[in-house]
T-cell receptor
């Protein structure tokens, strides 16, 4: 089944404790993104990757890191989480840039930073 | 910077009535406009999209219209059903070139929470 998976789905952590949210897609898509969803603000792009080893900042990259060592995986890293990073996070992939076609979203990761 | 506005933020309709959600965008170069539906606790999923060379597109009970001159586009849902209750996001493509780097993405509107009352 073609899909985007994320882990964990739910996470409660404390300020400053490094964490990684994994994202994997099995559709051989080149383009992958991370978004955060906050009430009234829609989906805001954190980072994106156009291909292996090619990543760049989105609109709200502060406090986040990413890597793209393999085509299928695009982990999101919070080196020192803070309460303002409490949010719902979505990974998405598409065969080409999302300005051309549909993005496929993962199930979401709800993160709470205390 | 570029942005996408969306109205209304909440919308309640009676089952069987029509619902209309409107979006405006700022980048005149935008040429792809997808709409995503997000049911409660679920992931966003594409329901319809339109490109700038088309003024209207329909898919059964949903339709999208685009006015490039005014830089706005709308989602129309006819004969609404309870399963149409969800948050709907519009989006517009952005293509930016900075020195030697170009990147393209979509900017999402803040969302409309649609409730269809049986």
């Amino acid at each position: 089944e073609a899909q985007v998976t994320q882990n964990p789905r739910y996470l409660i952590t404390v300020t400053g404790k490094k964490l990684t949210v994994t994202c994997s897609q099995n559709m051989n898509h080149e383009y992958m993104s991370w978004y955060r969803q906050d009430p009234g603000l829609g989906l805001r792009q954190i980072y994106y990757s156009m291909n292996v080893e090619v990543t760049d900042k989105g609109d709200v990259p502060e406090g986040y890191k990413v890597s793209r060592k393999e085509k299928r995986n695009f982990p999101l890293i919070l080196e020192s989480p803070s309460p303002n990073q409490t949010s719902l996070y979505f990974c998405a992939s598409s065969p080409s840039p999302p300005s051309y076609n549909e993005q496929f979203f993962g199930p979401g990761t709800r993160l709470t930073v205390l | 910077g570029e942005n996408v506005e969306q109205h209304p933020s909440t919308l309640s309709v009676q089952e069987g009535d029509s619902a209309v959600i409107k979006c405006t965008y700022s980048d005149s170069a935008s040429n792809y406009f997808p709409w995503y539906k997000q049911e409660l606790g679920k992931r966003p999923q594409l329901i319809i999209d339109i490109r700038s060379n088309v003024g209207e597109k329909k898919d059964q009970r949903i339709a999208v219209t685009l006015n490039k001159t005014a830089k706005h586009f709308s989602l129309h849902i006819t004969e609404t059903q309870p399963e149409d209750s969800a948050v709907y996001f519009c989006a517009a493509s952005i293509l930016t070139s900075l020195s030697k780097t170009s990147y393209d993405k979509v900017i999402f509107g803040p969302g409309t929470s649609l409730s269809v009352i049986p």
